[in-house]
């Protein structure tokens, strides 16, 4: 079946590059270019009116994030996904999340800890709404707001990353229709920790968060596996 054609670039002030490394993450995360696909580089280039030039220098910026394998003599494919792939994606995300967050608690400021709490309630409204776009876009920014504070840009940038791979399981947000109230009783957890500026208890509650995350991911695809089976 034929795919949906990725939208051309527009006039911007971004290196077109840029533009095409951005379309093409979107694509991927949407579908549009599906997980083990290999990516036709002239088609694409036709498809954003670029050159071919910019359109090599996206795929190899998007290999480094781990969203595109480039092979050598065959091209550039979509990153395969599993759930092997997800748990390893969630313990480096920890390791990494728990330190930013380790680091950032003694720069928490009032008014990050004012930011932390109208992101806590707009989640909440969110998730009792079951909007789950909402949501994680809150959700985004309420994390972000703590591992910015630890002042590294480096951190941040690698968590930034991490966080994109992530976005290819958004399916992963399924499994929260029922889970508010343990969601926000974790996110009220790491906001307490905040406020004490504890970096240790702050480190704990993150990577606490993250596992349970992943724990109930890894039960709504398994019991999803299981009804498929029967």
Known sequence: MERERIKPIEASKKTVAVMVQERVRQAILDGVLPAGTRID???????????????????????????????????AFVTETSLEDME???????????????????NLTDAHLSDLDRLYDLMDLALRAHDYDGFSQH????????????????????IHTLW????????????????????????????????ARDRKQLRDTVIYHLNQTLIGVQAYITAGQQNEKD
């Open 41 to 75: 580089q002239r088609r694409l280039a036709a498809e954003l009116q670029v050159s071919l030039v910019p359109v090599r220098e996206a795929l190899k910026v998007l290999a480094g994030e781990g969203f595109v394998q480039i092979i050598p003599r065959r091209g």
């Open 88 to 106: 390893d994606l969630y313990f480096t995300r920890a390791i990494i999340e728990g330190q930013a967050a380790y680091h950032a608690a003694e």
């Open 139 to 158: 959700n985004r920014a309420f994390h972000m707001t703590i591992y910015h504070a630890c002042g590294s840009r480096y951190l941040s940038d690698m």
């Open 164 to 195: 994109e791979l992530a976005e290819r399981y958004r399916y992963r947000y399924l499994f929260l229709k029922d889970q508010a109230d343990k969601i926000q009783a974790e996110h009220r957890a790491i906001l307490d920790a905040c406020r």
